[in-house]
């Protein structure tokens, strides 16, 4: 009877183990918000352990230029080749998504502020704009309205880091950027 009452527990103990393992790898993506030192620019980024072709972005604002701002990538994993890009703007303002590819070392909220203008250059006074050199996709022209939505496709995309960034003047650094990692 001992030997039976172990084995069924064993077996039980097993069980928990298997869906325990389960659910963790099912989570569904949970946005986690935290502050950036030095201005309070609310940064918000969206975390999955399930990659896919498919990534949903919600652009956003509560006040415009007046206050911080934000980009959540859902998930924030993409499988490699053609992954497309599903953009919400859900803010008070205009905005846009790029997709620019990152060099080793960088990240996506430490890019360089060095361009101004549209289309962007390089200046020596006034920067308010990130450097469009390694983009390989956006939302396009027009930027998106409150309320707009707008789907893009990048081809061929290879294993790596990327930043998604609205290049609208000022709005990277009120924080609308969010890191993608493509497998």
């Known amino acids: 009877m001992a030997r039976m009452k172990l084995?069924?527990?064993?077996?039980?103990?097993?069980?928990?183990?298997?869906?325990?393992?389960?659910?963790?790898?099912?989570?569904?993506?949970?946005?986690?918000?935290?502050?950036a030192s030095g201005g309070g620019v609310a940064v918000?980024?969206?975390?999955?352990?399930?990659?896919?072709?498919?990534?949903?972005?919600v652009v956003s604002d509560t006040a415009g230029l007046n206050g911080p701002m934000t980009m959540v990538a859902t998930p924030g994993v993409a499988?490699?080749?053609?992954?497309?890009?599903?953009?919400?703007?859900?803010g008070t303002v205009e905005h846009e998504m790029l997709v620019?590819?990152?060099t080793p070392g960088q990240t996506a909220d430490k890019l360089p502020v060095t361009d101004s203008g549209d289309p962007p250059v390089s200046v020596t006074t006034g920067a308010d704009k990130v450097d469009e050199g390694t983009k390989v996709g956006e939302t396009g022209d027009p930027?998106?309205?409150?309320?707009?939505?707008?789907?893009?496709?990048?081809?061929?995309?290879?294993?790596?880091?990327y930043a998604l960034v609205c290049n609208v003047a000022k709005h990277y650094g009120l924080g609308m950027y969010a890191p993608l990692t493509v497998q």
């Open 44 to 57: 918000t980024t969206a975390t999955t352990a399930a990659p896919s072709h498919t990534i949903n972005v």
């Open 143 to 161: 930027n998106l309205q409150p309320g707009q939505s707008r789907t893009f496709t990048v081809t061929g995309m290879t294993a790596g880091d």
């Open 100 to 102: 620019l590819k990152l």
């Open 7 to 35: 084995g069924s527990t064993i077996i039980g103990l097993a069980l928990v183990v298997a869906f325990a393992g389960c659910s963790s790898s099912s989570k569904s993506a949970s946005p986690s918000s935290s502050t």
């Open 79 to 90: 499988l490699a080749g053609d992954v497309t890009f599903v953009v919400k703007n859900t």
